[in-house]
């Protein structure tokens, strides 16, 4: 059964600390998204790409997230310096995205939970 | 952009009874519309989509309903057991949007005994 892979699963550090999350997505799929959860924010979409390229990121803080595509097997969700305010779990989720009614559904990975002290 | 408001926010329920979760979206362009089901700690999971070609659409106890001039879609779960019991989210998403999805704020639902 394909599945999303996300590491690392957890991750604590301190404030100002680079962290760095990683994705595989679905083989096949073309469409990677990298959400935020928070008790208080629900599901909150940070950026994705579309065939590696990046469509939206606008839901990013862009002075310390960024976001790549380094190949079509990795995503990646950086954090530079990382803050308290930055804990939450952060979950990268794959699709086929063919437009018109050929989207396909999304699939979550099970996430990294970050904690930052 | 879209915009999909989700109600109740926490809904509980008598074990068999049937469980209601209804959203309304803005964009009368979305097509695509999936129900997640989150537990506790743990990954949010397709349960059901539908398209806006049809109407509605059933796997085993759970079926989704979807009114376009509406634009509404509801989540029906029948005979509730306490493995039900979840997050769940809807979302949205229209023909031209990359395959983003745009998610409710998620119900609680809990299935007492």
């Known amino acids: 059964d394909a599945r999303v892979t996300q590491t690392p699963r957890h991750k604590v550090t301190e404030m100002g600390q680079e962290v760095t999350m990683r994705c595989q997505p679905i083989?096949?799929?073309?469409?990677v998204f990298w959400y935020r959860q928070t008790m208080m924010q629900g599901l909150e979409l940070l950026a994705y790409?579309?065939?590696?390229?990046?469509?939206?990121d606008s839901g990013m803080p862009k002075d310390r997230f960024s976001a790549e595509m380094p190949d079509a097997t990795l995503a990646t969700l950086k954090i530079q310096p990382s803050e308290p305010r930055d804990s939450a779990v952060y979950f990268c989720?794959?699709?086929?995205?063919?437009?018109?009614?050929?989207?396909?559904?999304?699939?979550f990975g099970d996430g990294t939970r970050l904690s930052i002290l | 952009g879209e915009n999909v408001e989700q109600h109740p926010s926490t809904l509980s329920v008598q074990e068999g009874d049937s469980a209601v979760i209804k959203c309304t979206y803005s964009?009368?362009?979305?097509?695509?519309f999936p129900w997640y089901k989150q537990e506790l700690g743990k990954r949010p999971q397709l349960i059901i989509d539908?398209?806006?070609?049809?109407g509605e659409k059933k796997d085993q106890r759970i079926a989704v309903t979807l009114n376009k001039t509406a634009k509404h879609f509801s989540l029906h779960i029948t005979e509730t057991q306490p493995e039900d019991s979840a997050v769940y989210f809807c979302?949205?998403?229209?023909?031209?949007?990359?395959?983003?999805?745009?998610f409710g704020t998620g119900t609680q639902l809990k299935v007492e005994l």
């Open positions: 964009d009368s362009a979305s097509n695509y």
């Open positions: 790409f579309r065939n590696r390229a990046p469509l939206d």
């Open positions: 083989l096949g799929h073309n469409t």
């Open positions: 989720a794959s699709g086929l995205g063919q437009g018109g009614f050929g989207n396909q559904p999304q699939h």
């Open positions: 979302a949205a998403s229209w023909a031209g949007g990359g395959n983003k999805l745009t």
């Open positions: 539908i398209r806006s070609n049809v």
